[in-house]
């Protein structure tokens, strides 16, 4: 298993579609939440996408990392069905919050992933809401203003 972490442009042309599929088939199938993936965002400059490699080189994981200014946003944290339960999300957060460093890291977590994000200093800074049908809440872990 290996971790990629690259710029819009660095992706391999494979990698940068099976981090879409994957992304489709949970948000969008999987969840049942038909919303725009595909946002921009991860076109941005400073915009770093953490692939989850396994072997074989196929995606069982993935996250990115935005700019937000002042902050940094992490976001579109996803790991395949077939390779879940075996601690692969925490360690894509783990390689995130070292390419974050000691900057403020914001992201809005699904309700019922409050407590993973709160093993890595995230606090819940506002009111539960609904995205696209999935119930989330905004957190964040303090850190120093900067940029990527």
Known sequence: ?????????????RTAYDVWRLRQQVFVVEQDCPYPDLDGRD?????????????????????????DGGWSRIG????????????L?????????????????RLDAQTGLTAFYEGYGFVVTGPEFD????MHVP??????????
């Open 131 to 134: 995205e696209d049908g999935v």
């Open 1 to 13: 298993m290996r971790v990629l972490v690259a710029g819009f442009d660095e992706l391999p042309a």
């Open 43 to 67: 076109l941005e400059d400073p915009t770093r996408h953490l692939v989850l490699l396994d072997d074989e080189d196929v995606v069982i994981g993935t996250l990115r990392v935005l700019d």
């Open 139 to 148: 957190m964040a872990r303090g850190g120093r203003p900067s940029t990527l």
């Open 89 to 105: 999300a925490a360690a894509m957060m783990d390689e995130a919050m070292a390419l974050c460093g000691d900057r403020e890291v």
């Open 76 to 87: 579109r944290v996803v790991v395949a069905p077939a390779a879940r339960g075996r601690g």
